[in-house]
């Protein structure tokens, strides 16, 4: 059985410290797919049960070094009375694939619990204890180990870098101002310089010491030639194995402190990246009030039931997914749908957890709670594409692999240019070779495709744009045709009945046949008949025998007559013909953009009933606004072609694909795509899936809780085409900020290597100090990362109108 889970990882400082992991992820046995991504600092892998566990995962990540994080609960426990119950309930929660620790407190009656939440849920510790014989007594803390860890890091490293300032300035005042001193300068130097050093550039060191036990060169490699070689150099102008002039102890604590403050900003700024993940989590409720044994009590979230009757009062967030069985009041799912006006909610209407209630007490009996809720599968859908790999991204993998050596190369290389052929001394060509190793930076290559990445795809999530895969960005922006089903995406997909015409038969009797029929229907049309038999008060009978051709309609038996209800491809296939004049009438209302439907009893035509769906507000202005974009758009439908065309001329679509099944929409897409068109299906996400998933870019339309999670590349979850053109326009604003992102990190290193190799030391006297060296490479990662978190504030411009 395979498995996904993601991992939050901790201690990545590079390109390379990804890559290793994810690398030895891969020979893992039982691993089928890894994926790391330094960006968001997470490994998503695929794995056999069978073949390996997470623990194994974990333990492999740890030896390589780095640490994996998971969430710590304390849960309380009634019913134990003995160390055997703490031995129970221990093997019970242990069998749970999730569980890395537990830890049972008899005299307390807690579990103190660390586990991956990606796995394991608290209803299902909920369920393990109950059904180990015990009462599960709720939650009473529950530790953010990740924010923990992140805050602990940055507080260390920026104690760091005070230090690191404090001390290499006090440095550069003893090198540059004569002051008495109590004892040789050099020696006085390495007293204050070497605590400091060791201090700041421990971890740089332990790091690189771990990248080479795995056989692996990373940037801390490089960095710690850098510092040692600046740090060693003048431990031998100490005691004058060097020239005094190789005192370098002011540079090597401004080298470690300038890395350090890299590291701080990268950090602090990558932590912003996964701001809007943070925040869809942040919509859930902890506390629910339920009404049980008649009386309103407040309990944990993760205790409601299904079917559990939630009292939400004004102010107050609707904690689970249900139908509202009492009360009215205006709902706020901005942070849902992106739709900034309120919804109205009553009686029957149904209500999203993590919505706001604003002015009225609503009854919301609980459907759907834990990670059914809508909000759980945004999230994790959102989580899941945000870890993916676009191809962009293989370019920058690519030249990160060979990155360490060329530099390494290029450092060497220049030391013994400088020094044994261009006759420069050996403290200009040491500066060089230091110089090259700490300018270079592959975590700007590496930060420059996941951190746009992971920022676009959360912006889109806060716009009501779900982007399933970074691979679907990339292709949206190559687009060249957008093709639209008509039904219930162009349209509204509610008809109406606007013309019933009989013949031989009375227009009750008419609609008593065909509504009976169309009752068991799903499809939009039989709806329409179906609500206008009811409204004319119209009793339904039961069939007798029911066969249905997918797109042309259905043959039945009533009182023990056949009857047949469909368009004209069924009628010629069935043989049944018609008079000239009830051909005109038919294209005459087909002229007008209504479909018909036609009836006939024992294969003798009865009546014609034609059907009206209205266009969506905003169908007209997304058409003109991909036209802009220069895109070309087709509309399919299973319609005629003269009630296509009809509703394509008033909309603005010259291309019509008509009378096609809904089994063929696939097909047409097929066919464009092998004509070299990269094609965008939107559809309903149901219907629609085979064109979907044949396009290129599926664009599947949702509407409230109904969230098409399986279909299409690209989800939208209001039910506006508006929505289609703004998903477009994010991929082509996200695939931009990666292409920038990339130019800068390439221009930077191909620009600044060179200069610090002293490539323009001939022509114009210019060199790379060290310390500056490592400046600018602390800069450029987080140049990267900033221009991508710009993506924060980004609206579709179809959006702002």
């Known amino acids: 059985m395979n498995k996904k889970v993601e991992l939050k990882i901790a201690g990545m400082t590079c390109a390379m410290c990804a890559k290793g992991i994810e690398a030895s992820l891969l020979h893992f046995p039982g691993v089928i797919k890894a994926q790391v991504n330094l960006g968001t600092e997470t490994a998503h892998i695929e794995y056999d049960t069978t073949k390996a566990k997470l623990e194994d995962l974990a333990k492999l990540i740890a030896e390589l070094g780095y640490q994996v994080i998971n969430e710590k609960v304390a849960v309380k426990i009634g019913g134990m009375t003995c160390v055997m ?11 749970l694939d999730g569980i890395v620790d537990v830890n049972v407190n008899l005299s307390a009656e807690k579990a103190y619990i660390t586990y991956n939440p990606k796995l394991v849920a608290i209803d299902d510790i909920k369920k393990a204890i109950e059904d180990a014989g015990y009462q599960y007594l709720g939650i ?33 005042f003893l090198m540059y101002v004569p002051v008495k001193l109590p004892l040789p300068m050099s020696y006085l130097m390495l007293i204050i310089a070497t605590p400091a050093f060791i201090y700041i550039s421990h971890p740089i060191f332990k790091a ?20 040692g070689v600046a740090y060693g150099s003048s431990l031998l102008g ?46 859930q409720p902890k506390i629910a009030t339920v009404i049980r044994n008649n009386k309103e009590i407040e309990i944990p979230i993760e205790n409601v039931q299904i079917d559990e009757i939630i009292i939400v009062r004004p102010g107050e967030k609707i904690p689970v997914d249900g139908e509202v069985v009492a009360g009215e009041s205006y709902v706020d799912e901005s942070m849902i749908s992106g739709e ?21 007490v609503l009854r919301i009996k609980a459907k759907k709670i834990g990670q059914d809720t809508v909000l759980a599968q945004i999230i994790k859908l959102v989580e899941e594409a945000q870890g993916s790999r676009p191809p962009i991204q293989r370019l920058a993998d690519k030249v990160v692999s060979y990155f360490i050596p060329a530099v390494l190369t290029v450092a060497i290389f220049a030391f013994i240019l400088w020094y044994f052929f261009f006759g420069q001394t050996l403290l200009f060509a040491l500066t060089c070779l230091i110089s ?18 992971t920022v676009g795809i959360g912006r889109g999530a806060e716009l009501g744009i779900l982007i399933k895969q970074g691979e679907a960005l990339e292709r949206s922006e190559k687009l060249t045709t957008i093709i639209f089903d008509k039904t219930g995406t162009l349209t509204k997909g509610k008809p109406e009945v606007t013309n019933i015409i009989t013949l031989s038969a009375d227009e009750h009797t008419l609609l008593e046949w065909i509504a009976s029929i169309e009752k068991n229907s799903e499809h939009p049309l039989a709806k329409a008949i179906v609500k206008r038999a009811k409204e004319k008060g119209i009793k339904l009978k039961e069939m007798e025998k029911f066969e249905s051709f997918s797109g042309k309609g259905v043959v039945a038996k009533l009182k023990g007559k056949e009857i047949l209800i469909g368009n004209r491809m069924l009628f010629a296939e069935k043989h049944i013909s018609f008079p000239k004049e009830i051909e005109k009438k038919i294209e005459e209302l087909e002229e007008h953009g209504k479909t018909v439907i036609l009836c006939a009893i024992e294969k003798e035509i009865k009546g014609i009933i034609a059907i009206a769906d209205t266009l969506k507000e905003t169908t007209k202005e997304a058409i003109k606004e991909l036209k802009n ?23 603005g679509i010259k291309r019509v694909l008509a009378e096609i099944l809904p089994q063929d929409k696939a097909k047409e897409v097929k066919k464009l795509q092998e004509k070299g068109e990269i094609v965008a299906f939107v559809g309903d996400g149901i219907n629609d899936a085979p064109a979907l998933a044949q396009a290129d870019v599926g664009i599947a339309i949702g509407s409230g809780t109904d969230v098409a999670i399986e279909s299409g590349d690209i989800v939208l979850i209001k039910d506006d085409l508006i929505d289609a053109v703004g998903a477009v326009q994010l991929s082509k604003k996200v695939m931009s900020r990666i292409k920038q992102n990339l130019f ?24 790379f100090k060290p310390e500056l060296a490592g400046l600018a490479m602390a800069m450029s990662s987080v140049t990267v990362v900033s221009l991508s978190l710009l993506l924060k504030r980004y609206v579709p411009p179809v959006k702002r109108k």
């Open 85 to 95: 119950c703490v031995k129970t309930i221990e093997n019970a929660l242990k069998k």
């Open 140 to 172: 009473e803390g529950k530790e953010d180990l990740e924010k923990l860890a992140h805050e602990k890091d940055l507080k260390k490293k920026k104690k760091q870098i005070i230090i690191g300032f404090s001390i290499g300035i006090l440095l550069m």
């Open 208 to 227: 690189a010491w771990r990248a080479l036990k795995n056989k692996t060169l990373n940037m801390d490699v490089m960095y710690s030639m850098g510092i």
């Open 238 to 283: 100490t005691f004058k194995i060097l020239p005094h002039k190789f005192l370098f102890y002011e540079t090597a604590v401004f080298l470690a402190t300038f890395l350090t403050m890299g590291r701080y900003l990268e950090t602090k700024a990558k932590g912003k990246t996964s701001e809007a993940i943070k925040r869809l989590m942040g919509l």
């Open 340 to 360: 900034p006006i309120p919804v109205f909610k009553k009686k029957g209407d149904n209500a999203i957890g993590g919505t706001l209630n604003q002015n009225g």
């Open 436 to 453: 090259v190793l700490v300018v270079a930076c592959p975590c700007a290559l590496g930060l420059a495709t996941p951190t746009a990445v």
């Open 629 to 651: 974009m220069k895109l070309k758009v087709a509309m399919i439908t299973g319609d005629n072609i003269r009630t296509a065309q009809a509703i394509a001329q008033e909309i």
């Open 744 to 767: 800068w990190a390439f221009a930077y290193n191909t620009v600044l290597i060179p200069v610090a190799a002293g490539v323009l030391y001939p022509a114009f006297g210019i060199t």
